[in-house]
């Protein structure tokens, strides 16, 4: 049940406040190397904020988080987006007023990436989504719900990370897009990426995962292996039944 | 309506044109001094109010580099790099530790800025204005004047620069990055960009061009510690006519109103020429709030 | 007859005395200190201290808009210069000058004054309202230093001081020690006044605003009325220290219209500590005090306000709530 011995993410006993608010009571969770693990919960049970801790746009009160053994809570943002952490958040927030291209530029243009490399990783991402090979020089704003899903995936694709951390990703998507939201997250699996994926779309999540996670009330509750639950498990009903 | 008419024919022509490109000429100054204004603004929500003595210290700089090199087109380049480097110090040491706090925080920290450096140049220089040299005294015929080429160089220049900014701020990665930082700080950083490093450097650019138009002004008025004063205010209220954050805009507003003063200084003396900008800012408050040319939100 | 059973009910007396009255034994305390002053203190502390009171009282009058509504003000310099020329043309149009008349003068004008900047700058909010105030603060100086005729542009004006006059009752010349105690009963008279105000329902408003302003607005009340209110009663306290300095020191300038000193004012209450009333007092003291300090030290040329300026940006940083904003809740309870 436990992921291979040395886990990309390790995350220890973590505690967040806002304000006053406990928001996260000492969650503990793990994602291996090339594994998708899912995180699944009602709204408000602090999920999200998880992740942003994770990608230091929390700073969390107590606990470790280590990533590839070291330790990260004081590594500042831009530098574990260098270091391979990349995050797609609930809304997308893909760059309204630049290109998709320019989108794109943005995770392309750090040090060390030859112009060859780029070329390349462009062309990749473009096999994946050639609606934004299409529309590439189109402001990001004038995209659809479902195209910029798409363009904010393929924008953390570009950092080239070890790690993609997924906030509901077929949030207000069509039953198509979710599909496709899926092959993805397949195709990205077997590039090696790891993705700790945060959804409220259940058959997806147990679907896509190896391992699961379900949290309430700001901490970690059940954690088994995907292929252990299925849709209409009394675990999944007790924390996510409607 | 005779007399109104006859009023008009009175005055020449070509006192006319004369203004216009003096006007013209000023408002590209003022026009360079706001966009740094209006780019740190922008970008980084703070209101410089150091932005006029870091003009002023650019031409001081300026007369420094030319006293020791002869040259004036080395001075206004080292002066831009030298003040560009200072204004880096600057927002480093005053202005990042204050990054999420009260944006009022960052103008009373600037306006401090500003005394200090105020006292500083005059402490050092003393309150004798100094003077540079222009580069280029050849004068032209224009009309019954001799009017200099240099000031149509000082136009021509401040449309280079900020022209050149423009496209920089378009096509570079170094454009890109600040344009992501300013539509979503927070996703700009998850992007891998070195959110509080593009900061310093928006920062130390507008300190170039402020200081750029600093020497650039030397030659036409002379070099004392309060130049910095009536640039910054007139820089101001063009921000604040031109909609605030709106580079275009401030152009705009510069040009427009110093070819207001211009004409009015032709009735007027320069000093009284100066209510001019004050009630095109009263009646941009009154009508249009958000500037004058700036597309009325909806 | 039955008598009913002798029961005496004390009232349970609380450990130790009361906010209020540890709150006015302090001030009756500071209070007997600020009288005693003028006569043990030498002539030159004795001034200085009238002076402090001064810039502390326009000091205080800023700390409505900045401490209790949120409003940062460059503006001040404008009510106090306008406090200045309104006494300073009470004393030169009517003779005898009249001390009264001087102050209503005064008044009058930097409350016109308030109503005209209010009116353009609260439609906007926070920076822009700044900003706003610092532009029509030089509007003002440079109408001041233009119009020669009317307010002796460059070199100001000078008059005579009037007599300290109390109808019916007293009427001689000021002298150093009647100065002090009449600027110090304006003075005081002026904080319980804006104390008052700040404790009173509209002062919740003004707080309210300071909040939340879409909150405040949503809830019914005219956000704007209240803001013009508010800077016009700053302008009028403010313009009162004007009129004091006027009278002190029987000179009017332009250089007190100056944004410079609107910007020495928002020192003061930084530095003294916004929201309290009597930290931008203090505030004022405290710059004054390093001011004459320094040009003891490094003599009248060293340009003093270089160090101040670093401590001034090193408090923003590290000490924002300034001197007394550790105490500002029991302040203003």
Known sequence: MSAASDPLVQIDELHTYYGKSHILHGVSLQVGRGEVVGLLGRNGVGKTTT???????????????????????????????????????????????????????????????????????????????????????????????????????????????????????????????????????????????????????????????????????????????????????????????? | MDAVAGFFQSIPIELIIVQTINGIVTGMILALVASGLTLIFGIMDVVNFAHGELFMLGAYCGVIVFAL???????????????????????????????????????LATFGTSLILQNYALWQFGPVARKIDEPISAQFTLFYLQYPWYRLVIAGLSAAIIGGFWLFLKHSKFGVWIRATTQDRVMAQAMGIPVPWVLTGVFALGAAMAAASGVLFAPLAGVNHTMGLDWVLKAFIVVVVGGMGSLGGSIAAAIFISLLEAYASIWVSPAQAVIVSFVVLILTLLFRPTGLFVPTPK | MTTAPLETTTPIAGPGLSHRTIYWIGFCVIMALLVIAPLVLPAFWR?????????????????????????????????????????????????????????????????????????????????????????FSQIFYVIIFTWTAMTGGENGLIFTRPHLTIPFLYDARFNGATMHWFVLAMVTASFLILRRITQSPFGAVLQSIRENEARTRAIGYPVQLYKIVAVMLSGLFAGLAGVLYAIQNEFAAPDFVYFITSGDTVIFNVMGGIGTLVGPIVGAGFFQLLRELLSRLFGDQFPYLIPLGVIFIVMIIFLPQGLLGFARRWLNR
Not at chain 1, 73 to 100: C, K, N, Q, S, W
Not at chain 1, 157 to 168: R, T
Not at chain 3, 54 to 68: E, K, Q, V
Not at chain 3, 105 to 121: E, H, K, Q, R
């Open chain 3, 47 to 135: 001034r200085f201290l009238t002076e402090v009171l001064i810039w502390g009282l326009l000091a205080m009058s800023s700390d409505l808009l900045i401490g209790y509504t949120g409003m940062v003000s460059f503006g001040h310099s404008v009510f106090f210069g306008l406090g200045m020329y309104g006494a300073a043309a009470a004393l030169l149009l009517f003779s005898p000058p009249n001390l009264w008349l001087a102050i209503g003068f005064g008044l009058a004008g930097a409350g016109a004054a308030a109503l005209f900047v209010a009116y353009f700058s609260t439609r906007l909010r926070d920076i822009y309202f700044a900003i706003t105030t610092l532009i």
């Open chain 2, 69 to 107: 090199t002869g040259n004036f087109w080395v001075a206004l380049i080292t002066s831009a790099l030298t003040v560009a480097l200072f204004g880096a110090a600057l927002q480093i040491a005053t202005l990042r530790p204050l990054v999420g706090r009260d944006p009022l925080t960052t103008i």
């Open chain 1, 51 to 242: 992740l942003k801790t994770i990608i230091g746009l929390v700073s969390p009160a107590q606990g470790r988080i280590a990533y590839e053994g070291r330790p990260i809570t004081d590594i500042a943002t831009h530098r574990l987006a260098r270091l391979g952490i990349a995050y797609v958040p609930e809304e997308r927030r893909i760059f309204r007023l630049l290109t998709v291209i320019e989108n794109l530029r943005t995770g392309l243009d750090r040090d060390g990436v030859s112009d060859n490399r780029k070329r390349e990783l462009l062309d990749k991402v473009f096999a994946y989504f050639p609606v934004l090979a299409e529309r590439r020089n189109q402001a990001g704003g004038t995209l659809s719900g479902g195209e910029q899903q798409m363009l904010a995936i393929a924008r953390a694709m570009m950092l080239e990370p070890k790690i993609i951390l997924l906030d509901e990703p077929t949030e207000g998507l069509m039953p198509r897009m979710v599909s496709q939201i899926h092959q993805i997250i397949d195709a990205l699996h077997q590039d090696g990426v790891a993705i700790l994926l945060v959804e409220q779309n259940v058959p997806l999540t147990l679907a896509a995962s190896q391992r699961i996670y379900i949290m309430e009330k700001g901490a970690v509750r059940h954690h088994c292996m995907a292929s252990e639950v299925t849709v209409n498990d009394p675990v999944i009903h007790q924390y996510l039944g409607v």
